[in-house]
């Protein structure tokens, strides 16, 4: 049995003669269906982790800190994690950010309440402590810029403050001094998170600052208003002229941050993330997305209304295949990330599942198993 | 599609084909946009029942020295086999719980326990048998390389043997699956290299090896003294799953009124033509609640040809609407009880081991 992301501390690496002896006698799972049953989320490989405690950080985010079985490996600062949580039957995934520090063998999420959000809004109306969900190893490589002296400038927009307050607060629990500033957008005062940890930041290391940009509603002193721009930025490469750059948030303002900042001598360490594809979008017009392979190691360009199965070919590709009609299950293989759509029953998949090349086509760009 | 050979069915003009083809499309678009929870609870909860039978049928073995817990032991634990080989395992492999991107449950990467491998069972079953269903010299289970059912079949005289063929096949029908798309008569015949074989021999030893190992040796000696009574327990209960498995498939496309197809039927072969070739080349079987769910629903071959991808508890409730569909376009909805059914395919094992003569071929289609 294929597990989603391979483990290098999964049991059997961790505990090679009882995993093999067990290996002889059950399978993978049938071990995780047993230890389940006896209330336990060890698993074979699999990541699976216990809600521990949750909070509300602002008026829509909702903090999750959860207990991993130890087939979890250690994250790093302001790294990712895709987390699946059974809905309808379903188990869908997303992609969030690491956020409160990682404590006691927790780690945190924070999940926004996206409006009309499948995940966010199952998450925020019906997850309770004690149960399970199922995560990925953590990526993401906004840590590699933490090495190093020079003063840090980090940028978040929106639910981006997930990512950056991890790399901030992880940095402070690890007794590393704070230099440089933070500047935070928010569409609405109410959603801004981790007010008061951020402000005790700041207290405690005199050489660190925040400043909250919001463009609606009340205008007190504590908001600043505008938005990333030229006029903004220049004072800062001023002041700050070797500073490393972090930013996360949505991909326009990452975009508009990285215009700004990658030539700052001290690096630029930017994550973005891409709004949901709208399915009346994804019929409309033609378009081309991105597909990686990631056993090849190859990229193709695919348009949207073309099945998968067809573009690979196209491509030069032989994906194993047989009815070519959505029937044998053949060609069925597994979706990493992205969004797909199977044109037989209209079902879209997005982040990891299983994909049936011949009757599905690409939503946005994605990473398939091949 | 050009002709079939014999049937109780009507020949359709173009216009009631394409109507058929409709009303069998708007069944099937129906369930699939109702597939959800319902059919995760589903599955879950059949494969805990599995799972507990499997525990306790096993445990029971390990003081099989009194009569009553070997039996029943032996049962459980066969049961628990044929419920994961066939309701589990071989739905499973043909997507139909794909929508729960649950890894476990992934139909391209599930391996059931069995001593074949779960890649060669896609290629011959999934893709040969559902595409190809009962045609000719390409759809491989027709007669399993092994048997004359068909009088389409050609004749040679090794077929007067066929009904111990057949008895051995259902004895080992495990291993038969295994190998059958090794397609040693090729080997035999010199059209498939030994490098070839050999290379394809490599991941079956694997699984073979795994499952032999498991069976005979592991659980039998975690038995200690009671080596024997664990290891007559699991090769009793392998045989039980044989024999089951054996009988529910060969009532799926071998009774009397399943029909078997030329290769030409392939030619420009539309959506609803395809749908009336899987109606017409299998068969049902009719019974309870329970023996739907022993038969991992392979009683319902029919619906189960039309709608591989649906999740198989639903193919009785769709039988319904599906028979209805065929009585109004006159087409023969093949089911009976499984002595009926079952007796027919012995009589076609026994009849066609002698010469026979096939009927004169019929149109599908005016």
Redesign the interface.
């Known amino acids: 049995?294929?597990?989603?992301v391979s483990s290098l501390n999964s049991f059997p690496e961790r505990m090679p003669r009882v995993a093999g002896m067990l290996g002889?006698?059950i399978?993978?799972?049938?071990f995780?269906?047993?230890a389940r049953?006896f209330g336990s989320i060890t698993a074979w490989r699999?990541v699976f982790a216990r809600v521990q405690s949750l909070r509300m950080e602002g008026a829509e985010t909702l903090s999750i800190a959860l207990r991993p079985n130890r087939n979890f490996q250690s994250a790093e600062p302001g790294q990712h994690v895709n987390v699946?949580v059974?809905i309808?039957?379903?188990?869908?995934?997303r992609s969030y950010s690491l956020s409160r520090p990682a404590e006691g063998g927790c780690v945190s999420i924070s999940v926004r309440r996206e409006p009309g959000g499948l995940v966010s809004n199952h998450i925020h109306d019906h997850l309770r402590v004690g149960d399970v969900l199922e995560l990925s190893q953590p990526y993401g490589e906004l840590a590699e810029g933490l090495a190093g002296a020079s003063a840090q400038l980090f940028l978040a927009a929106g639910s981006g403050i997930t990512a950056i307050y991890n790399l901030i607060a992880e940095q402070a629990r690890r007794g590393d001094a704070l230099r440089g500033e933070l500047w935070y957008w928010e569409k609405q005062v109410e959603r801004f998170c981790f007010t008061e940890e951020l402000d005790a930041l700041c207290q405690t290391h005199p050489q660190f600052s925040v400043r909250r940009f919001c463009n609606a509603g009340d205008s007190s002193s504590l908001y600043s208003t505008g938005r990333l721009s030229p006029e903004v930025a220049a004072p800062l490469c001023e002041r700050y002229p070797n500073a490393r750059v972090f930013a996360c948030g949505g991909s326009a303002f990452v975009g508009a941050a990285r215009e700004l900042f990658s030539d700052v001598a001290g690096g630029f360490y930017a994550e973005a993330f891409s709004p949901p594809q709208r399915l009346d979008e994804a019929v409309a017009e033609e378009r081309f997305f991105e597909v990686s392979l990631t056993r090849s190691g190859q990229t193709i360009t695919v348009s949207s209304q073309q099945s998968l199965l067809d573009a690979l070919e196209e491509a030069g590709h032989q994906p194993p295949h047989?009815?070519r009609?959505?029937?044998?299950?053949?060609c069925?293989?597994?979706q990493r990330s992205g969004e797909s759509q199977n044109q037989?029953?209209g079902?879209q998949?997005r982040g990891?599942?299983?994909v049936?090349l011949c009757v599905s086509r690409a939503n946005s760009n994605i990473e398939l198993d091949i | 599609m050009s002709v079939v050979s014999q049937g109780k069915s009507r020949a359709l003009s173009p216009e009631e084909l394409t109507a058929f083809g409709e009303a069998v499309d708007a069944l099937q678009k129906r369930a699939i946009a109702d597939v959800g929870e319902r059919d995760a609870r589903y599955i879950r909860r059949l494969i805990r029942v599995q799972q507990y039978m499997e525990v306790v049928g096993r445990g029971l073995l390990f003081i099989g020295v009194f009569p009553p817990a070997w039996i029943l032991g032996t049962v459980l634990l066969g049961v628990a086999k044929i419920l994961e080989n066939m309701e589990i395992g071989h739905n499973v492999m043909h997507g139909q719980y794909d929508f729960m991107n649950e890894p476990a449950l992934r139909g391209a990467t599930y391996e059931w326990d069995i001593v074949g491998t779960s890649d060669n069972w896609r290629e011959s079953h999934n893709y040969k048998h559902h595409s190809y269903t009962n045609i000719k010299g390409l759809d491989d289970d027709v007669g399993y390389g092994l048997l004359r059912l068909f009088p389409e079949q050609r004749w040679h005289f090794s077929y007067l043997f066929q009904s111990v063929f057949a008895v051995l096949l259902a004895l080992l029908f495990q291993w038969g699956v295994a190998i059958q798309e090794l397609q040693l008569g090729k080997v035999a015949k010199g059209r498939k290299s030994w490098p070839q074989l050999k290379e394809e021999l490599r991941p079956l030893w694997k699984k073979t090896r795994r499952q032999l190992l498991k069976d005979y040796v592991f659980f039998p000696l975690l038995a200690g003294p009671f080596f024997l009574t664990v290891f007559s327990g699991n090769l009793v209960a392998n045989l039980i799953r044989n024999l089951w498995t054996f009988m529910i498939i060969f009532c799926g496309h071998f009774t009397a009124d399943a029909e078997v197809f030329e290769r030409s039927v392939l030619d420009n072969e539309s959506r609803a033509e395809w749908y009336l070739r899987q109606l017409r080349g299998s068969s049902n079987l009719s019974g309870g609640k329970l023996f739907h769910i022993l038969s991992g629903n392979l009683s319902h071959q029919i619906e189960h040809h039309m709608f591989p991808t649906v999740p198989a508890h639903r193919y009785e409730e769709m039988s319904v609407e599906l028979r209805a569909i065929c009585q109004k376009f006159g087409q023969h909805y093949n089911t009976g009880s499984l002595p009926r059914q079952f007796g027919q395919v012995v009589w076609r094992i026994l009849r066609h081991s002698l010469p026979s003569a096939a009927p004169r071929p019929r149109p599908l289609v005016q």
Not at chain 1, 27 to 30: L, T, V, W
Not at chain 1, 325 to 330: A, Q, R, T
């Open positions: 049995m294929a597990s989603v002889a006698l399978s993978e799972s049938q995780d269906f047993w049953e699999r699946s059974e309808d039957g379903r188990l869908c995934t047989g009815c009609m959505g029937i044998c299950n053949s069925s293989c597994g037989l029953n079902e998949l990891a599942g299983s049936r």
